[in-house]
């Protein structure tokens, strides 16, 4: 990419929100220069227009904000679908002949539906 623009890749890095993780954006940061790439990294806690006002100040080909809600709401049904896989699952070993296996199943089956609903 950088030999058909002349020039290195340039990526804004951005994290929305309020809360304090970055490491995933200082290792995606890290890794983007160790490949050559420009990068451009503000910190934390930032919002979406000084996202855009960074990219405004500092051209750059492209803008990547990390936010765990955006992520969460892509994989979310899958994190549903596989809680209530496995929820099932427990509550299948109510039925075992073992009162020990019986208590497990009954107790995991019921948490894991119990946390889905919390959430």
Known sequence: MATKLGRPLRLLLGKPGL???????EQIAARARDCGMEITYDGI???????VTAAAVNPTNT????????ALL?????????????????LACTVAPF?????????????LLACLAAA
Do not use: K, Y
């Open 99 to 111: 009162p020990g296996l019986r208590d497990l199943g009954l107790t995991a089956g019921l948490g």
């Open 45 to 51: 806690r930032l919002t979406p227009q000084e996202i």
């Open 19 to 25: 809360d304090g993780h970055s490491n995933g954006a």
């Open 74 to 90: 892509g994989t979310g049904p899958g994190v549903v679908a596989a809680s209530l896989a496995t929820a099932m699952a427990f």
């Open 63 to 70: 803008i990547q904000a990390l936010a765990l809600r955006a």
